[in-house]
C-alpha cells in the first residue's frame, strides 16, 4: 500500500514549481468527479492520497467559496461555482476544436463533431456544419446518451472496461431506433473492437437515416471524440475512399494534432 502525502506545513509550500495547496485543492475536486460528484472525507482521503488534516482544511475553504458543497448526511458533492467555470471551459474547448474542425469538414464535405464524456452524458461542445444541408439531432451544448452515438461508444472505448460496464449498467439501454445496441454485453464487446480498430461507428442507431464515425482524441485532457456524420449513403461513399482520402486515418490525424493542441 502506497505511502500517504505529508500534509503541507504551509500553504504557500510549493512543489515541481507549483503550489502544492493548489495543487491538492484540484486533486480533491478531480477525486470528488471520479467519485460521481459526491463523496465522505474518508473516501476523498482514500482516493486521494491525502492525509485528513489537509483534507479538512482545503474541504473547508473550497465550501467557502462555493466549489464544494455539505449535504445533509455528511458527504460532500461538487458546488454550484463550478458551473460557470465549466461552461466557460466548454465553450474554450469549441472554440480551439473549430479550426480542426473545419479541417475536417472540408475533407470530407459532412458535419464534423467534438463531444466529451460529462456525468455519463455525452456534450456535444463543438461542430462545424456540412455545406449540405440536412437537419440532425446534433447541436453544441446538447447532452444525448453513449450507447446509440459514435462519439458516445469512441467515449466509452477510452474507459477501462469495468467503468464503461459500470456507466452502462446491466439493464437494456434505451432503443432510439430499431438499430440500436440495447444489450450492454453487444456494446461491451463493440468498445473491444473500437480499441483495435480505432474507431466506431454509428449506423442509424440515434436517427434514422444518420451515419456517423468517431474516433478518439489522444492525449485530451478528459476523454473526448471527433465525428463526422450525414445521410448513411454519404457516409457509406466517404467509408469506401481508399489511399489519402481514406475517412479514418484523415480522422485519426486531425484527431491526433487536435489531441496535441489541448493535452495539458
Keep these: 500500500m502506497a505511502s500517504t502525502p505529508a500534509a503541507a506545513p504551509s500553504g504557500n509550500d510549493r512543489t515541481g514549481g507549483g503550489v ?23 473516501e476523498l482521503s482514500l482516493t486521494s492520497g491525502l492525509p485528513m488534516p489537509t483534507i479538512h482544511r482545503l474541504i473547508r475553504t473550497l465550501v467557502q467559496q462555493g466549489y464544494v458543497r455539505q449535504d445533509t448526511a455528511r458527504r460532500y458533492t461538487l458546488g454550484p461555482r463550478l458551473i460557470r467555470l465549466g461552461e466557460t471551459a466548454g465553450r474554450l474547448l469549441g472554440s480551439w476544436a473549430r479550426p480542426y474542425l473545419a479541417e475536417l469538414m472540408e475533407a470530407t464535405g459532412e458535419t464534423a463533431n467534438l463531444a466529451v464524456l460529462e456525468g455519463g452524458e455525452v456534450v456535444y461542445v463543438g461542430q462545424v456544419q456540412s455545406r449540405r444541408s440536412m437537419r440532425m439531432f446534433t447541436e453544441v451544448g446538447r447532452r444525448v446518451q453513449p450507447h446509440c452515438t459514435g462519439v458516445g ?15 452502462l449498467g446491466g439493464a437494456p439501454l434505451q432503443a432510439h431506433t430499431p438499430y440500436t445496441v440495447t444489450d450492454p454485453q453487444e456494446l461491451i464487446t463493440q468498445l473491444g473492437s473500437a480499441r483495435e480498430s480505432g474507431y466506431v461507428v454509428d449506423d442509424q442507431e440515434q436517427e434514422i437515416g444518420v451515419r456517423c464515425i468517431a474516433v478518439a482524441v489522444p492525449g485530451a485532457p478528459t476523454p473526448t471524440a471527433l465525428s463526422v456524420s450525414g445521410p448513411e449513403a454519404r457516409i457509406r461513399a466517404l467509408e469506401a475512399q481508399a489511399g489519402s482520402a481514406a475517412l479514418v486515418p484523415v480522422m485519426r490525424a486531425i484527431a491526433t494534432r487536435l489531441g ?5
Design 20 to 42: 502544492q495547496s493548489v495543487e491538492r485543492a484540484f486533486l480533491l475536486l478531480e477525486a470528488l468527479a471520479d467519485s460521481g460528484g459526491i463523496a465522505t472525507l474518508s
Design 153 to 167: 461508444k469512441a467515449l466509452l472505448a477510452q474507459l477501462p472496461e469495468d467503468e464503461a460496464r459500470a456507466l
Design 260 to 264: 496535441q493542441v489541448l493535452a495539458p
